[in-house]
């Protein structure tokens, strides 16, 4: 029984790493199938929304600590890279290094204040900061070009529309491998247990030796750094930006909703909520034009997810799929007799006195343990 | 230099707008009063007053103030359902939480609307008494801008009323203060819930239809209206409603005051200072006594 | 040290208090309690409801800071500390609703608790081979092993109660505070506790057990001290506390 089970895991990692490969071949030859250079720059925001999916997810997911406002990050990495560039001569790439080392001090002592407070005043002090820093960029206009915007020129003035459009899809692939990377090794460490056990519950996990202050930092500093890496690629890639468009609460919201909707345990959730919700905006933009019925859209689907999927949209499903097709295993405390006496004989060999008993269960209550003792 | 009859101005200013400010500011401590939801589409439906203030002058041609004849219950019944319909799906545990994500959401949603049907166009009420101003003591002050404080000063007025003298305003006050022991003494606190929902976003119909005397409006403006709105009820604490207004009025008048050396847009600045300095030094705020907390 | 008198003098080296004040608006819950724990034995912190023994608790653990006042732990001042560094000073505590991780496994749910070795260690598994056969093993001593795959929110609130004392276990304390361990569970399970309780108190480690549950209190406890309004008003051995006319007079409020 044991090599069985060892044997069916192995085959799991393997069609796990196959569909890992597919994938990636399939992504990386988007640019060539794409029928034109409108679809292959839509791919490049998507390519670009999942990054930024990504990079809220190393905080939000994992701590809980919702941040509507990790538009500031994105607008000070786009406004960093871009008034390096034209202002300091910085090569574009090295402009978007410093612009995110930058951010990422910065991201400190902005965290310090804004980690003291918990749960919704976390989310109003998030949304305070974009503000503010939208308020800053437009007024101080003889820096940042307030409302006129600031032009950041291209790395690469010699490649044509197209070319450039697929150069950038490739590096924003490559940022969002790197995200994908520090959010894979995080989640099996022992910050990743602590940081999710302070999602569970704070209190507890500092009572048992967590220090999580400084776990809650480390996690918002790292995000932080991600997202203004997105947001200086971006700078290099449009060229334009706007304080409205950059540090907007929007953009913060289509990053709280692509990985609540994909599923902020996952390590590919917040891709599959960016696939989703990337695609329903470009839909919308065409069918719709200029109205304002993309935030309408918005507002619903993040109204659907928080009330009726707010793990994501993945066990939602399977929630579904479970209750109308296997309406048995729904029910995890069903025990059979036979298991239960088991149980109670397991349990009595293992501890003299007798099983608990405890109010509302069986002394090993579940029908999961059975499977667990199985697999021993 | 600035000259003391300048500053008179600046302070009487500040005080109408932190009239304003108050009765906004009430309604967003009942939301989380009652059931601890933090509502951020406050300030859109604020919004959305305005424009149906505008909206019905400019169809009728009637004072804009009447429009609250309709849109203040009609708001007050959009507040109970939201409360029976969203709130209370809501798992408990992070209710708070949640209700900002979904109460943002109702937020983006009104402005998308309003930007569907009305666009992005500015809009203005104007009305005969637009221009209209009186002297006090040295100070010009706009009809229109009196009439908004006197407006709120009333619904404030009125809110103090039916929280202080009647058996409802008891209820409610038992709800916020202790659920549980509201219940044992037999309220019915999901039902005063709603209500205490209801009256808050009533207020929101007499702050925007109030607004709406005055400001320029256009669908994206409620995020001006929300920093503001969020750092004085954080600043003041979450205690009694009073508590919120005096942030209120002291925010409101700073505000004003700062306006003559700053300029409108860095006078704003001040309300996410106040904020942050609260979160530093005091989370809980200032002026909500024993019953403030943290969200 | 001077040699043992008949009345062994009480042990110094573990867990006091120093004149400890918390006010809460005008409510003095902590009033200047001066109180010295035995090391080594089962001290029992009792008192009628609103006397303050869990503000004392929290103040002690550093879930509130007090107003004024120490908190010593082997002769360290650790008054107002974080709760993470009351822990690694090497006092774990229970909660009083006991808390535990809902959507973790109870296997993750100790592991929790390990203690970390190095900063690079951070980035590393935490399911290392040591720090698992540590956790299953207070798991087995708890009597939940077999559930260790099971997410914690499916378990019985009695499980669960064994799940956070496990938790608690696997830091490796040497002082060991429960927050009321026989609330809402049956009285095997309180046998069961007040076992491992004993257990745990022989192989050395110090227990401060806040408690309503007289029987456990009296048949657990080496050392009783009895907290009214705020204060510590009697200390002795379980026998003499039982007959003091002060603590019947808290108790009844005459």
Known sequence: ?376 | MISGSLLFQSLILGVLLGGLYALLAAGLTLYFGVMRVVMIAHSAFLILAAYLAWYFHRQTGLDPLLSMVVTAPLFFVIGVAMQRLLITRLRPATRTMMSVLLTFAIAIGIEGLLGYVFTGTHRRTQLSYSGASFELFGARVAVVKLIAFGLAAAALGGLFLLLRKTTFGQALRATMQHKEAAELAGIDTDRVAGYGFGIGLATAAVGGTAMALDVTIYPSLHWHWIGPLMAIIVVGGLGSVPGAAIAAMLLGVTQSLLQLPLGTTWAQTIFYLALFATLVFRPQGFFGGRLAQRF | MTAATTSSPPVTDGLRTVGLTKTFGGVTAVDAATVTFQHGKVNALIGPNGSGKTTFFNCVTGMIKPDSGRVTYRGRDITGHAPHRIAKAGIGRSFQLCRIFPRMTVLENVLVAARRTSLGALLGSPRGRAEVDRARGWLTRVGIEHLADVEARNLSYGQQKLLELAGVLMGDPETILLDEPAGGVNPALIERIGTLVRQLNAEGRTFLIVEHNMDMVMSLSDHVIVFDRGRPIAEGPPSVIRSDPRVLEAYLGV
């Open chain 1, 1 to 376: 029984m044991r090599s069985g089970s060892e044997s069916r895991r192995r085959i799991g990692t393997l069609a796990r790493l196959l569909a890992l490969a597919i994938g990636t071949a399939l992504v990386l030859s988007f640019p060539q199938v794409a029928p034109n250079p409108y679809v292959l720059s839509a791919g490049v925001v998507i390519v670009n929304y999942a990054v930024l999916a990504t990079s809220w997810n190393l905080v939000g997911g994992f701590t809980g600590y919702i941040s509507l406002g990790h538009g500031a990050y994105l607008g000070l990495g786009a406004y960093g890279t871009g008034l390096l560039v034209t202002r300091a001569d910085v090569p574009s790439f090295v402009a978007l290094v410093i612009a995110a080392a930058i951010v990422a001090v910065l991201a400190i002592p902005i965290g310090i204040a804004s980690l003291r407070v918990r749960g919704a005043s976390f989310v109003i002090v998030s949304i305070a900061l974009v503000l503010i820093l939208l308020l800053v960029f437009q007024s101080w206009a003889s820096f940042t070009g307030g409302s006129n915007g600031l032009v950041v020129p291209r790395p690469f003035p010699g490649l044509r529309r197209p070319e450039h459009h697929m150069v950038f899809f490739y590096l924003f692939c490559a940022l969002l491998a790197l995200a994908l990377l520090a959010w894979w090794i995080i989640d099996r460490s022992r910050f990743g247990l602590g940081l999710k056990a302070i999602r569970e519950d704070e209190d507890k996990a500092q009572a048992l030796g967590t220090p999580t202050f400084a776990y809650k930092l480390a996690a918002f500093v790292v995000s932080a750094t991600f997202t203004a890496l997105g947001g200086g690629m971006y700078a290099l890639w449009f060229g334009d930006l706007d304080p409205i468009f950059q540090f907007s609460i929007l953009t913060g919201a289509y990053m709280v909703l692509m990985a609540l909707l994909g599923g902020v345990r996952h390590l590919f959730g917040p891709v599959l909520g960016a696939l989703v919700v990337g695609y329903a905006l470009e839909y919308f933009k065409l069918e719709y034009g200029d109205t304002q019925l993309h935030l309408v859209a918005t507002g619903v689907l993040l109204g659907l997810v928080v009330l009726f999927m707010p793990d994501g949209v993945i066990p939602a499903v399977a929630d579904l799929y479970a209750r109308f097709f296997k309406p048995q295993a729904a029910s995890i405390r069903e025990v059979s007799t036979a298991e239960l006496l088991a149980q109670r004989a397991a349990e009595a060999g293992a501890q003299p006195g007798g099983g608990d008993g405890g109010p509302g269960g069986e002394p090993g209550g579940t029908s999961v343990p059975t499977s667990a003792e199985a697999k021993r």
